[in-house]
């Protein structure tokens, strides 16, 4: 492959992650994403449906016979407030879900991994010459709350356009920007996001014997939560739960009538998984129970997040081609993530295999200083982060040379 | 005395009271209610002055010689949403100190304490023949967030008005319509409330190795905190811990960098007090030890309500006089009660004896029924829940009568 | 009444005092007390019974017509080692009800209980002429295990022995040596004694997740018990739940099958104590199925103690007359104690009147220096700690005295 | 190899093992084992030498130039009761190291390890012909309390004995008899065993405000120490900390001075350790702290097992060697266990690889009903339960071969 077009077309391109940055949209309010990405997919000659599972775009780029490649780019961005202090720093707000007004910030960098298809698409259609086949881009929505995967395919996007026979991707990731970074096997956790009522009975501060104080049967709870993974997970399978909110009350002196937690469960195998949650429903309700409460607690589940199995066989063909791109060394083998997606979906959907990678985006200078200093998860700011800022290059420059790479792997 | 202008005035009361519920304000914004009263007291003939300690009013009535009688009537509302399902009921809303917007409600019963002491003075006028001395009418803001007596006494109000011999004040309650009760000697516990923020470590909720989990912190702390009643106060002493308010975090998956409680804390005595603050804030801080923090925790304390003390021969002299009005049986001993209030600094402040009694505000068919089912506590919505309302009579008589009994006590 | 004869007997007195406190035997053991006691109710000419309830002793001594007082004085000691370093100081060992060998010691001056009954009796004796009437003298078992007073009474005491018309009894305590202190109404709290067994299931330590933890089961239940006092009794009310034992496993490596608790309660109202008990059982059953536990806890109650009421009336003349006697300041009024006592059965059983007091133990200048330094608490030793000794002087005196003149009030 | 001669030796060896079963003797008290394994030692013609380390026996057997062989037994047995209801069960007691008498049982194999070894030392003494070189047998007390190993090396093991060249041993697990088990790299888990001792203030279960409770105390640190794994270990990262013993008091109305905690910490890696010790000091520290200790906790570490790693090469060469002699299905690939085991250092000191591999003592028929039924971990019972009972065969000859075997592979 050649990749001299590139050249050509980086400067566009890092001008459209600057802007795609500065105007991150909410899970499912990606209109103006969506707006961008069809119009440039149109540029290119692609056929473009808009609307796929709310907001997704589909561009097809048919090249004669051959495999179909599915190559997904999610574009949904994150509530949180940017502190990054780039110049092309987002000050965008919107109104959430629960209908509070939140900031929002490419904090996950689906910024990077929508300029990345953008380009290779561009080089694909470019060098339509050398390769045949078809290419489906998938710019996915809602990949945040786990259900734009889900969102496309109830959609028909296995129907509507063509059936691929494998499907690739890829996620930014803070670790040194020119590398990628292999998984095999079990890749990225399955995650569960448990919204949690506990009832207690409201009353005044200084009267509790006439109350059931919702904050010390919530508090009781979160406590009780850490035995599932220090108790009733083996030392050697792999489980996380996170209580990430606690809220109950106005008023000191005020006892309230409930309390909220918002529980994420992470999981790389289905039994320990159900044991898990199971878990969790057996010790909520009998804290209730320990507190006296009148009333059942409320589960329910905000999203979920599939296990992300990659090919081994497509794992390894495609490391093969992209070290032979990129360099021997600049390709990892990854151990499993603790972090999870929604992609892979698509492919067991389609019951064809799945290769995701992830690349570097932090400045090999900061990344190597931090090695030596051992400061690694404390001074690189991850995903999700306020501060998460992916340096430019030569991390587009890397994410653009990988997706076409592993494409041709499959179309040449 | 002579009650029957009593039966002149009172529709006109009973349209205040309704008027002034259906129009609660929040503590020191009460405009709308301080200039109503302005307005009343001024058609009353007394020295009117706003504005004192922000939203407070001042009314005098002089009458010759003869001591100087200090009635306090509380006017401010609370940020409850009422659910009365009465025709008066409040749909106002206001925006709160930390800048929310909130619902507001006269859930404790202050517009009653109003309007009995406009119907007070009122009767005073009236009847200004048959005593001599000179009424202090105090109309104080923001009681319930221990700051307005505070707040007028610092403004001078015993410089800038007559001197107080006595300070007299009622509160309507939840027990049965048409009584009155007295406590002697300590009678209402000190209050203080703290806010509390504990920081940790934010990141992915999948990665809690690399975060200080601000939630865990919390909730342990809320458990170890029940500890202090249970463990360091003695059985024979009083004191009541309540964490009304535990906030960390906003979604499951993401580990928030603090978690913030609201504390209130009742005593009756200093020395227990003093001991109940030292174990908040060794267990607060040691907390966060535990779970490895990085920072302090802070400590701010939102208020302070001072221990309300009876004077025993004030209180019994007032009782007297309430027995011989009300009836004998009308007026109860009450045991110190777990509330708080901050009228006790206008006595104190002043060296001068406090009385401060409860009139009862529930039906008294329904007080009795929930007497006979012993439901009283669970049956009788109380002060500060969405569903209190006080039966307008004959509430408002009572509380009218016990005020001006009680001045007449001192004038006569 | 004429105490020159106490010069006579003091010496003698002082040393069975000595030789009791070196030879303590544990509740329903007290063989050796018991003889030694019938032996010198035998010398003073009493009727001698032994074995009145296992092993307690009634002394009967007849003088004519008039009421019967019931006097009674508890024998039993306690499983503590003694750390007095007195030359007197016990180094005894018996075999606990549960087949253990555990040190004895007499920590709660039963000791001096007995001997100044003994004094009294022979004072009594002495002064014979100048009273009339009849006094039994009751030295009663197992006090410390609750069990002793109900044994006795179910052994007959009122039906074969002069039914009492009043009850007296008194206990030595850690206030100065030379008072007494009187209580009126109800005086002494309520205790119940509960064993709870929790059932986990054991395994390896390295395997948590093929058992059920019994030690994390037994310790958040621990915690959670802290909140029967902290959220469900008024802060006016009294209770205390203290759990003086837990006990789970022997190794690290092991994780053991069931944890035990020893919890004991304190209360002065019958329908706290209930509430209390409910809330006891609530939890243990909850955290159990919070834990996963196959079998449901067991609970059994070691003893109960009732709640002590002293008659007011007849505190009223006792304390009159101990004041004639030892001096208008040597007679305190005391608030109720959150100690328990089993002597109130004998009254309430009876119907008749009971009134029991305590006398100080504790050197005067010791005390008046703890008091000086407001170290009272901490510096001097309570009942049941290692370090409890009654200075014998004026302790024996006073506790004589007071034995003396309490009976005579009823019998001339 | 010829093991005809097993078949005369079977029956004699059966009988030693029944014999050993009946007579545990606990670390570092082995008298009786060790004169009996010395005793058949001297009777195979090697070189003996007791006493190594304390109970520790030696046995050099000499054959020609080569290299040096060591294989390990284990021979202490556990304070456990034993339930198998065998007509070999141990009824043995003895007294443990604090005093205590306690039951004794071989509930971990070691007698079925020491059987194992003198089985194959008879069979490589009478096939001396067939190899040369050196094999060092080592009777290895104390594995229990890792203590054995140590002591053997402290006591000039490898300075006294010709040097081992490679060292190899062997477990018997609860899996299917006739098996034999081969893990390959970092293998058994790093354990360490602390005693933790808390300190509170002693007082009576009424007073708990004159007392600081260890029980309480305890208990929110055993909570607390559920963190540790749940919060500060990666979800990838391999932890277990289990509290296996918490006592406190004797009694439910006294508040004891102090609480005892056993903690056992399992970990495959060295940073992961040190962070969950420090954890758990961090944590006891704080929790002593937050109840207001006035003397800091006291930690003793009573034991600690190194990481075991097996030697890749050192174990595929065995595997290798098993697979011919025991076929092909016989041997399994093992992922690392978390128990734990001291036999690494004899590798380590020396500087040599070691193999190590488990053998399954499971009946068949019952090992596949309950992999049937899914029910291995809850019916099969595992080492160090009273019912762990290893079927003699085809446990006994499997070992026997498997020592053999591997030993040969290095010395022909």
Redesign the interface.
């Known amino acids: 492959m050649d990749f001299r077009r590139w050249d050509d077309i980086r400067e566009d391109l890092t001008a459209l992650y600057r802007d795609l940055h500065a105007h991150p949209e909410l899970s499912f309010q990606e209109h103006r994403t969506a707006a961008e990405v069809a119009r440039r997919l149109g540029e290119l000659g692609l056929e473009v449906t808009t609307g796929v599972g709310g907001t997704g775009v589909v561009g097809v780029l048919r090249n004669g016979a051959g495999p179909t490649v599915l190559l997904r780019a999610d574009f949904d961005a994150l ?1 949180v407030e940017e502190r990054t202090g780039l110049d092309y720093a987002s000050t965008e707000r919107a109104t959430a879900s629960d209908g509070s007004d939140v900031p929002v910030m490419h904090a996950c960098g689906h910024d990077m991994h929508v300029t990345c298809l953008i380009g290779a698409l561009d080089l694909l259609v470019s060098a339509r010459a050398s390769w045949s086949g078809t290419v489906l881009a998938v710019f996915q929505p809602a990949e945040e709350i786990g259900a734009g995967a889900r969102a496309m395919l109830d959609d028909g996007l296995l129907e509507r356009f063509p059936r691929p026979d494998v499907c690739l991707g890829q996620h930014v990731f803070p670790f040194q920007s020119g590398f990628v970074g292999m998984m095999r096997g079990p890749s990225m ?1 399955a ?1 569960d ?3 949690i009522t506990m009832f207690g009975r ?10 059931v ?1 919702p ?2 049967m ?7 939560l ?31 009538d409930r ?1 909220e937690l ?3 469960v ?1 999981s790389f195998d289905e039994r320990v998984r159900e044991r898990v949650l199971a ?1 969790i429903r ?2 909520v ?3 209730a ?4 409460a009148d009333r059942e607690p409320e589960f329910e589940q ?1 999203n979920r997040f599939p296990l992300l199995v990659n090919d081994p066989d497509a794992t390894d063909r495609t490391a093969s081609a992209l070290r032979a791109a990129l360099g021997e060394h600049a390709v990892l083998d990854l ?2 993530a ?3 997606e929604d992609v892979g979906l698509f492919g067991t959907e389609a019951g064809v295999p799945t290769c995701y990678w992830f690349f570097g985006g932090t400045d090999p200078g900061r990344f190597q200083k931090a090695l030596a200093e051992d400061s690694v ?2 001074s690189i700011p ?4 306020p501060h998460f800022a992916p340096e430019i290059e030569p991390t587009l420059t890397t994410g653009v040379k990988a997706l076409v790479t592993a494409t041709l792997t499959w179309l040449t």
């Open positions: 509530p956790s995650a996001s448990l919204k409201g009353g005044h501060g200084s009267q509790p014997q006439n109350a104080d904050v010390v919530a508090s009781a709870t979160v406590l009780r850490q035995t599932v993974v220090s108790r009733e997970v083996a030392g050697d399978d792999t489980a996380v739960v996170t209580v990430g909110s606690i809220r109950a009350g106005t008023q000191g002196n005020i006892i309230p309390a918002l529980v994420n992470r878990a057996r010790i309700r009998a804290e129970v320990a507190s006296g905000l151990p499993p603790m972090a999870s998860a404390r991850a995903n999700h982060s």
